[in-house]
């Protein structure tokens, strides 16, 4: 049914429940994923508290994200995936709707945050910016329930 997954990562634990299916469908159908991760130039925006997703106290650097990339990487290859990674550079809505559309994706999963209305309406809901630039449908990953 899909050819070509595109898994979009910022590393919280949502966006791991995220990974958790979109494994899943790839074993189902092509057995290959791809997990991106997107940031603005000269920014780096992970989710606190750093220690919990194993990075220093003192913020990430770009040798984290790498690793913390890669980490993904091998869990959906130890599902038997064929898996590919790649750091985009630029706003992450903008940056993952742009390389679906020159990859070719099928689907893009991601993670929703959870935000309340307040953030939602400051900051505005990634997922939802990332559904109106995908070039094809985009599966939301709603939070786990506490």
């Given at each position: ?60 650097t770009f040798d984290h994200l790498e690793a913390a990339l890669e980490s993904r990487v091998q869990q959906a290859r130890a599902k038997g995936l064929r ?64």
């Open positions: 049914m899909f050819d070509k997954i595109l898994l979009a990562t910022d590393f919280s634990p949502n966006a791991d429940a995220a990974l958790a299916l979109a494994i899943d469908l790839a074993q189902r159908g092509p057995r290959a994923l791809e997990i991106v991760h997107a940031y603005r130039t000269g920014v780096i925006v992970l989710p606190p508290p750093l220690e919990l997703l194993g990075l220093p106290p003192s913020g990430p898996v590919e990674a790649r750091t985009l550079v630029g706003e992450p809505t903008e940056a993952i709707g742009d390389y679906a559309r020159e990859t070719g994706a099928d689907l893009i999963v991601v993670g929703a945050r959870g935000l309340g209305l307040l953030d939602r309406v400051l900051v505005g809901s990634v997922a939802a910016k990332i559904i109106r630039h995908a070039p094809c449908p985009v599966l939301v990953v709603p939070p786990r329930a506490s």
